[in-house]
């Protein structure tokens, strides 16, 4: 048997691995969970609980009310290895079962091996600091591995790009779990309940690069950065001598621990709840402050696991100490999922509060079980001094020094550095589309967060789509910028990036769902990018009935006329109300949007998912203002739109007004719930009227 305290490296990079695979699997739940919503809300409340309740029945069967060992963390990696593979290898509904019993076995072999590391180590608890900062660091693996994908995971993708990084985490993940097969079992670690809404907390905002970047209003490669300097301080914090290391004689609770508490919960507020209104541009101060609460947090949040962990569970009976074992791995489970789902049934189901107190909620409990606890009993008597031949044993570990856990969360972050600056600061170049003098292409889509029928995430599909189109133009609704039930995608930054096309937003639901324009270059004036001449505006539409915030953004277009002058197009993509009977709501909507610039433009465009059938009062609001439909002008008006697999309906629109439409198609199923509607129109018309 191998002694507790040997082999750190490799207990460190196992803990870190089977992170880095469960934050990915917790991911990939998410379009999962969005297919069960279609079933309804009680349906996908059951599913998101079944499956982190299960966590509990996967310890039972792999430890079988044993003490964890080296052997029963490699049968756990075993499994979990072979469910991750099977995850990419199948589709349909097989995908569907098999996704949501991955993340369950996923949550219980990371329990089942942060017992096993945190309960390594010698007097000072070294194993608790470990655990914490492997627990960190595989986060920031998870973060490396999707943003080099561009946020489109390798579970959704084919070929090598996907296989590959699957390949090496779980490859990695086997090996390292065979080396300490065999290995003796470790003190159970107290609250080990933690991890789950630590891990909610990580997979929503700290490790996600997409969120902290359309939350903050900072570039997607500043955000990445931000998570790597937060992974950076959070080890260089564990250089400090004593950090989450319990001395049996303290009376009362740690200062540092309370200071660590406090700290984590105002950044949060920050974080959490910008001071801007959605849709405004964020102050420079805002931001700065905002950022640099991303470090603050990483390091609060680490430092807490490493105290929670810090103090053993009493020893038990064989069966006992095992079903507390499950229980806590299924405490694990609904720590996890619960501020999650929550958060997200908000937008179907109105909590009457904001959704944003959930989280907060979870980084208030990370905050309060990473407070150190007040000695129970007597006093022990003061140690003795340590004799002369003891002082280099304790000065070793006592002194700060680099260790492997820093150097791996050091060479993560500074990886995770490379790969944002590289991905988001070479876009692709768009490439040129041949289209004749006073003519233009716009496509209209709603792309349901990039989650597909099959189910999965279909962002490879959606983009070659686009590109495929020959659009010039694209008015998108329902955009995922690290949105949960979106797999944490950041659509907008991944089209904008494969596609070489400029795009700008506007918040709808959050920060995280939006509308989008995503615009050829070369209709953006000399420099290619938004600015001022394209004034772009950004709309909040009326709430209403809800049950989300609407929104809609505008910009100003510069197409080649006829005569080779710019003549200035004013675009609009909008998403309104989507219940059948929130018409009040959506002609409301309709009114705000119409008082925009768009009213007084002689060349306009709206495009976007109106929610609103032929013949409603809606679509007579819009062509009473002097729009025409493209399809029922150019187009075959009995073509549907939704659902896309099967389309009952007719909801997406383009409509223009001093445009003239020549042809007008709507597209097959290209993954999306919508089908997208592509029209060419022709500007002659208006060269003239701007002339006059």
């Known amino acids: 048997m191998v002694d507790a305290p040997t082999r750190p490296l490799a207990r460190t990079a196992l803990l870190m691995l089977v992170t880095a695979l469960t934050v990915e699997l917790v991911r990939a739940t998410g379009p999962m969970l969005d297919r069960a919503f279609s079933a309804g809300v009680i349906v996908v409340a059951l599913t998101a609980l079944g499956t982190y309740v299960a966590p509990g029945l996967v310890t ?49 072999v990371l329990a089942l091996t942060v017992s096993l590391v945190a309960g390594d180590g010698d007097g000072d608890r070294a194993g608790s600091r470990r655990a914490a900062l492997a627990t960190a660091t595989g986060v920031g693996v998870a973060a490396v591995v999707s943003v080099a994908l561009g946020t489109w995971d390798a579970p959704w993708r084919p ?82 001598p ?43 101060v805002t931001r700065w402050i905002a950022t640099l609460a991303i470090p603050v947090l990483w390091s609060a949040t680490t430092y807490g696991l490493a105290v929670a962990w810090s103090a053993p569970l009493a020893q038990r009976a064989p069966v006992r100490a095992g079903l507390l074992r499950a229980g806590s791995a299924t405490a694990v489970g609904l720590g996890l999922i619960l501020p999650l789902l929550v958060y997200q049934l908000d937008y179907d189901v ?67 550095v490379g790969v944002v600056s ?55 609704q329902e955009v995922s910028r690290g949105w949960v039930m979106g797999g944490g995608a950041d659509m907008l930054t991944y089209l904008e990036h494969v596609t070489g096309f400029r795009a700008v937003a506007a918040p709808a639901a959050d920060r995280q769902f939006v509308n989008a324009l995503l615009v050829d270059p070369a209709l953006l004036g000399d420099d290619g990018e938004f600015g001022a001449e394209e ?67 002689p060349a306009a465009i709206i495009a976007g998912d109106l929610n609103s059938e032929p013949g409603w009062a809606e679509i007579d609001h819009v062509t009473s203002r002097g729009f025409v439909s493209g399809q029922d002008a150019a187009g075959d008006p009995s073509h549907l739109t939704f659902p896309a697999w099967d389309p009952e309906v007719r909801i997406d629109w383009i409509f223009g007004r001093g445009v003239t439409f020549s042809e007008v198609q709507v597209m097959p199923d290209d993954g999306s719930d919508h089908r997208g509607i592509l029209a060419d129109l022709e500007i002659a018309a208006v060269e003239a009227t701007a002339s006059e």
């Not at 002082?391 to 969360?409: D, K």
């Not at 005569?563 to 059948?580: F, I, K, Y």
Request: positive net charge; glycine residues 10%.
């Open 350 to 416: 109105p909590l009457g509060f904001p959704n944003q107190l959930v989280i907060l909620a979870a980084f208030c409990a990370l905050a309060a079980a990473g407070v150190r606890r007040p000695a129970s009993g007597p006093v022990p008597a003061s140690a003795p001094a340590p004799a002369p031949a003891d002082l280099p044993e304790a000065a070793a570990r006592t002194a700060p020094r680099v260790v492997p856990e820093q150097m791996l969360s050091g060479v993560v972050a500074l990886v995770l």
């Open 535 to 601: 004034k772009v505006i950004r709309t909040r539409l009326p709430y209403g009935d809800g049950p989300q915030w609407r929104s809609a953004v505008t910009a100003t277009l510069h197409v080649a006329g006829p005569s080779g002058d710019d003549v200035p197009v004013v675009v609009t993509s909008a998403h309104l109300q989507h219940r059948e009977e929130n018409t009040p709501t959506r002609l409301a909507q309709l009114d705000v949007l119409m008082a925009a610039d768009i009213a007084s433009s």
């Open 422 to 476: 590289f991905y988001a600061r070479v876009p692709a170049v768009a490439p040129a589309i041949d289209k004749l003098p006073g003519t233009v292409r716009v496509l209209d889509w709603n792309l349901h967060y990039g989650v597909t029928q099959d189910p999965g995430l279909g962002l490879g599909r959606m983009a070659d789509a686009i590109r495929g189109s020959g659009a010039q133009v694209v008015a998108l």
């Open 60 to 108: 039972l069967a792999v430890a079988r009310l044993r003490p964890v060992t080296g052997r029963t963390v490699l049968a756990g990696v075993v499994l979990l290895a072979l469910a991750r593979i099977a995850v990419q290898t199948t589709g349909g509904v097989p995908r569907y079962w098999l996704t949501l019993a991955a993340a369950s076995v996923a949550v219980s």
């Open 242 to 284: 004593g950090i989450g290391a319990v001395d049996a004689r303290s009376r009362g609770r740690s200062v540092a621990s309370v200071v660590m508490a406090v700290a984590l919960v105002v950044a949060a507020v920050l974080v959490l709840f910008p001071t801007q209104p959605v849709g405004d541009q964020v102050s420079d």
């Open 159 to 240: 070929g090598l790009d996907g296989w590959l990084p699957t390949l090496l985490v779980a490859g990695a993940a086997l090996g390292c779990a065979w080396r300490l097969r065999d290995a003796g079992p470790s003190a159970t670690p107290r609250r080990t309940w933690m991890l789950g809404p630590y891990l909610a907390v990580m997979i929503m905002v700290l490790g996600n690069p997409a969120y902290l970047s359309s939350q903050l209003g900072i570039p997607f490669d500043a955000a990445g950065i931000g998570v790597a300097l937060g992974l950076l301080v959070a080890g260089g914090w564990f250089l400090l």
